[in-house]
């Protein structure tokens, strides 16, 4: 796992993760450094040691102070137990949805987290955090933070992509691939976006719009800085009027459902035996 600066102070923890027939969807995590250290979502878990190794060559355990969960999927707490136990002054912040969900596996003590819902605001030393839900997202506790003093906007799974190869500035992709790997994934995060009020959409877009991002770091695309944010707002503005996405799959349904049918049928027309194993009839 190979870091890289995308901002003052700020660096990318990198992965992929490929995906059949489509491409590979980029995962990053991101550390933000200052007066109080700041790790957005944690990783994959088949990435642990790579990620451990690659985070505590960022910033000394003892010095790291909140982690950020923009929300409870795997791809973005692979590396949240050992990421605790190795940073005894660290706080976990997210969305109570999440930190419930979290409970099933992780064991996080109550003093240790801090939750946090769309609309706050919470000041770590030399920076400003607030929180937002951004446009598209796949679990209730999604959240979107944005840095007030660089103007750098982490929004979780929405605005991400997927590429043949990963790269680390959307300038180094091919511009056709990005946007038709945008549309996809953002209807596969969120296909609930063919059922919504697309005026509504719209308006959470220009919420996130409306801070001026100087630059946007999903978790699953690469950075996006200047007036080409402009250009994933308004793309992502389209994703309610486009139809809805699925991956292809191997059954044939109503195959499936015909054969179960049958295989129904059979067992009720089917005359009774005795049980040597136990008292009573029982279907052929």
């Known amino acids: 796992m190979e870091t890289y600066a995308v901002g003052p102070a700020l660096h990318a923890l990198p992965s992929q993760l490929p995906l059949p027939d489509l491409g590979l969807q980029p995962v990053n995590a991101y550390l933000l450094r200052g007066e109080q250290p700041m790790l957005v979502d ?10 451990e190794e690659a985070l505590w060559s960022l910033v000394d355990p003892a010095d790291l102070r909140w982690i950020a969960l923009t929300h409870d999927d795997r791809d973005h707490t692979g590396s949240l137990a050992r990421v605790l136990a190795r940073a005894p002054g660290a706080k976990v912040v997210t969305n109570g949805i999440s930190l419930t969900r979290l409970s099933e596996e992780f064991d996080i003590p109550r003093e240790r987290a801090v939750t946090v819902n769309p609309g706050g605001r919470m ?24 840095d ?32 038709e790997g945008f549309d996809v994934l953002n209807r596969a995060i969120a296909p609930w976006t063919a059922l919504v009020d697309a ?33 994933l707002m308004e793309a992502m503005a389209r994703i309610p009027f486009l139809p809805t996405w699925l991956p292809g799959a191997d059954t044939d349904l109503e195959a499936a459902l015909d054969a179960h049918g049958a295989r129904a049928a059979a067992l009720r027309s089917a005359p009774l035996r005795s049980d040597p194993s136990g008292p009573g009839p029982s279907p052929r």
Do not use: N, W
């Not at 944690?42 to 990620?51: L, Q, S, Y």
């Not at 770590?124 to 979107?144: E, N, Q, V």
């Open 123 to 146: 000041s770590i030393g030399d920076r400003t955090i607030s929180f937002h839900r951004p446009p598209t997202y796949d679990s209730p506790g999604t959240l979107a933070l944005f």
């Open 199 to 231: 005026q509504k959409f719209q308006r959470t877009v220009r919420t996130m719009s409306s801070l001026s991002p100087a630059r946007l770091l999903s978790a699953h695309g690469p950075t996006v800085e200047g007036r080409t944010v402009t250009s």
């Open 42 to 51: 944690t990783g994959m878990p088949v990435d642990r040691d790579a990620f």
């Open 148 to 179: 007030h003093e660089a103007g750098t906007l982490f929004s979780s799974d929405s605005f991400g992509t997927v590429l043949p190869d990963v790269v680390r500035h959307f300038g180094d992709a091919d511009e056709k691939e990005f946007f």
